[in-house]
T-cell receptor
Framework: NAGVTQTPKFQVLKTGQSMTLQCAQD?????MYWYRQDPGMGLRLIYY???????DKGEVPNGYNVSRLNKREFSLRLESAAPSQTSVYFC???????????FGPGTRLTVL | QKEVEQDPGPLSVPEGAIVSLNCTYS??????FMWYRQYSRKGPELLMY????GNKEDGRFTAQVDKSSKYISLFIRDSQPSDSATYLC???????????FGTGTRLTIIP
């Protein structure tokens, strides 16, 4: 039981490049989330998916797109990376009965 | 005003001391309260979960919620160097898909 996994762990991009961050969970959770974490800003929600086939914007969605591929997988795409997107990105999934979220190990992204 | 406010610290205490970490919240609808621990360069991990008001104890950790004052606390007894981490409080209400997080308090336990 791996919980929530994320790939890659680290990535360096040049401005304008695109990339997709992958996330998968094996806990049979319906809801999945993408956050970014920046110093002094805490965790900010980018997008979330309450169930397979649905996605909704969070607090900071601009510059990102998401895909809920199936119940297990939720990907985050940066179409044209900008230096302001340099951050640590966390994926999470939610246990329905307790409302708690379980986080992956994160992806450290640097945009030059 | 943020819905959940948390003093960012940093907070340094000697080993063995009792640590008190606190958050305040403004949304009266919040019913679920959580504390997450995040070690450096790791993802947040769930530490404590409480529903509504009251105390919950788990080993050296006690989570306390006072809904009348909208105050959330985490107490760590007999603090250890391994408790050095950033602690984030989080809240939500029934039917809400999203958690609202505090910005986190960085804690260092000095041996």
């Amino acid at each position: 039981n791996a919980g929530v996994t994320q790939t890659p762990k680290f990535q360096v991009l040049k401005t304008g490049q695109s990339m997709t961050l992958q996330c998968a969970q094996d806990m049979n959770h319906n809801s999945m989330y993408w956050y970014r974490q920046d110093p002094g800003m805490g965790l900010r929600l980018i997008y979330y998916s309450a169930s397979e086939g649905t996605t909704d914007k969070g607090e900071v969605p601009n510059g990102y797109n998401v895909s809920r591929l199936n119940k297990r997988e939720f990907s985050l795409r940066l179409e044209s990376a900008a230096p302001s997107q340099t951050s640590v990105y966390f994926c999470a999934s939610r246990a329905l009965r307790t409302d708690t979220q379980y986080f992956g190990p994160g992806t450290r992204l640097t945009v030059l | 005003q943020k819905e959940v406010e948390q003093d960012p610290g940093p907070l340094s205490v000697p080993e063995g001391a009792i640590v008190s970490l606190n958050c305040t919240y403004s949304n009266s609808a919040f019913q679920y309260f959580m504390w997450y621990r995040q070690y450096s360069r790791k993802g947040p991990e769930l530490l404590m979960y409480t529903y509504s008001s009251g105390n919950k104890e788990d080993g050296r950790f006690t989570a306390q919620v006072d809904k009348s004052s909208k105050y959330i606390s985490l107490f760590i007894r007999d603090s250890q160097p391994s408790d050095s981490a950033t602690y984030l409080c989080a809240s939500s209400h029934f039917g809400n898909e999203k958690l609202t997080f505090g910005t986190g308090t960085r804690l260092t336990i000095i041996p």
